[in-house]
């Protein structure tokens, strides 16, 4: 009779045990549900920002290619950086939908080696059109040796450009936003 009532107590507790974990399963998958609600509005920020740059580079590669005043290498070398730009910004954009998708399942940052000095004037040059838009030019200094940091480079590059475009939208024009890498 005692191990009877031990062996239905050992399969008690064991069941109890298996709906706690589908119990800590379920919690932790409406916690990142939940998490993603409240980044919903930075990740449209983000998404925005970037269908924003690439409508405005599509202005700026068809305003290009409509000059017949500018010499044709001058255009293709015009047009070559603006579809490098775009290309940036597509990847980017995928970049963050594919990390909505994998935090709905588990957030993954992508740490690799990156230029910081790279990643700086990539973003400085993504702005630029939105600073000339804005009469503000962004001054970019790198005074010290080329720094290499294991980071994420797409969020970082993000972080960057949200401080650029944020500080070009305060600064007065015309005005200029100083970027120093020191």
């Known amino acids: 009779l005692l191990m009877w009532t031990l062996t239905m107590r050992r399969e008690e ?13 379920d919690l932790a998958r409406n916690e ?4 993603i609600g409240q980044m919903s509005s930075a ?3 983000q998404i925005l920002q970037k269908v924003g740059l690439l409508g405005l580079q599509c ?9 017949e005043s500018v010499p ?25 939908l594919s990390d909505l998708l994998i935090f709905s399942r588990d957030f993954v940052l992508r740490i690799e080696p990156c230029s910081v000095d790279e990643l700086i004037r990539e973003a400085v040059r993504e702005l630029e059109p939105v600073g000339e838009g804005h009469d503000v030019t962004i001054d970019y200094q790198c005074g010290v040796q080329p720094v290499v940091l294991s980071l994420d480079r797409i969020k970082m590059k993000q972080a960057f450009l949200n401080l650029l475009k944020n500080a070009i939208e305060v600064s007065p024009c015309p005005g200029v936003v100083d970027v120093v890498l020191a």
Not at 32 to 35: D, K
Not at 59 to 67: F, H
Not at 75 to 96: C, F, H, M, P, Y
């Open 43 to 45: 990740i449209s920020h």
């Open 59 to 67: 202005d700026l590669l068809r305003e290009s290619l409509e000059d």
């Open 13 to 25: 507790i064991i069941k109890q045990n298996v709906r706690l974990q589908l119990m800590n399963r």
């Open 72 to 96: 044709a290498e001058q255009t293709v070398s015009e047009t070559k950086e603006r579809i490098g730009q775009i290309d940036s910004a597509i990847t980017d954009l995928n970049t963050t």
């Open 32 to 35: 990142r549900l939940a998490a």
